[in-house]
């Protein structure tokens, strides 16, 4: 059974994560890509956002494996309610 919503413990370390532009979330990565931060969706997704982008406020989500576009939000509560967290 897939999961509806993240837990608000993740939905919050992914708002201040974000928010911060916290460096090791977007250094870090558990693939060795180094694309950016990891995000994992609902529906098992993974993509991330790179650190230019979030400097920006620009929350492109791109797809891990392709680099194509999965969606552009207008913020970073857009994208959890979409069903994105912060791979942790």
């Given at each position: 059974?897939?999961?509806?919503?993240?837990?608000a413990e993740q939905k919050e370390r992914?708002?201040?994560?974000?928010?911060?532009?916290?460096?090791?979330?977007?250094?870090?990565?558990?693939?060795?890509?180094?694309?950016?931060?990891?995000?994992?969706?609902?529906?098992?997704?993974?993509?991330?956002?790179?650190?230019?982008?979030?400097?920006?406020?620009?929350?492109?989500?791109?797809?891990?494996?392709?680099?194509?576009?999965?969606?552009?939000?207008d913020s970073i509560e857009h994208l959890?309610?979409?069903?994105?967290?912060?791979?942790?």
């Amino acid at each position: 059974m897939a999961r509806s919503e993240w837990s608000a413990e993740q939905k919050e370390r992914t708002r201040d994560t974000l928010e911060r532009v916290d460096v090791v979330a977007f250094s870090f990565d558990p693939f060795g890509k180094k694309k950016g931060c990891t995000l994992n969706h609902l529906d098992g997704r993974y993509g991330y956002i790179t650190l230019n982008d979030a400097l920006s406020d620009n929350w492109r989500i791109l797809d891990y494996q392709s680099d194509e576009l999965f969606g552009v939000y207008d913020s970073i509560e857009h994208l959890i309610v979409d069903g994105w967290k912060v791979s942790t």
